[in-house]
């Protein structure tokens, strides 16, 4: 059983990291279900094991935390969906690459919903998406911009951080790091797509896509 949490305003970065380290303990001892949680945070940048730091391009214009996830700099804030999954990844087949497919494909599964194609490109992490309406690479293919970001982290097969979907932030916020060390590609959301999503919409969307 999956218990869904849905956080109105903006949560605390450090409040969350300390729910979801005692959630994923007690779901280690069987004594709490697994949980998903949908939040926004307030404008900060994150760190995962993997970040450098010449990709932190303006360290005074948010706070920066140490997340201890996998990847590297992400930007949460206002608008941008963040969904935490702390889910038993063991009974899940003990397949990591396969349980982060799995939420690429829940991501791709909610943007369809809306009629967005979301695409995984190999050597980008990541949900990505088509944009005709900008200028051509220059390798004449079309440009693609990232709206959805994945981050996970493992204690014991049992997961926590997560992912992330912009519905309707302050793009310019991305502007302070490279996101996740890729530097030639935008970011995007679903309101820049043009599409008049709401962050309620939006989470319907995921409880009806979700897979347990």
Not at 2 to 29: N, P
Not at 57 to 80: L, M, N, S
Not at 175 to 190: F, K, M
């Amino acid at each position: 059983m999956v218990e869904w949490i849905i956080s109105d305003g903006l949560t605390d970065y450090e409040t969350a990291l300390a729910f979801m380290e005692a959630r994923v303990d007690a779901i280690v001892k069987g004594d709490a279900d697994e949980c998903i949680w949908l939040l926004e945070h307030p404008p900060l940048y994150t760190a995962g094991t993997s970040a450098k730091a010449k990709d932190l391009i303006d360290p005074d214009r948010f706070p920066v935390f140490e997340a201890r996830r996998g990847g590297e700099y992400t930007y949460h804030g206002p608008g941008q969906r963040v969904v935490y999954v702390m889910l038993d990844v063991g009974k899940r087949g003990h397949d990591v690459r396969a349980f982060v497919k799995q939420m690429e494909r829940w991501i791709i599964a909610t943007l369809e919903t809306f009629n967005v194609t979301g695409l995984i490109r190999d050597g980008r992490v990541g949900v990505w998406v088509e944009r005709p309406d900008k200028p051509l690479q220059p390798s004449g293919a079309l440009t693609e911009d990232k709206i959805a970001a994945i981050g996970i982290r493992l204690r014991k097969w049992v997961s926590f951080h997560g992912l992330s979907i912009n519905v309707d932030p302050d793009l310019s916020h991305f502007d302070g790091i490279v996101p996740c060390g890729i530097s030639n590609h935008g970011v995007t959301s679903l309101v820049d797509l043009g599409l008049p999503v709401t962050m309620q919409d939006l989470d319907v969307a995921l409880r009806r896509c979700f897979v347990p």
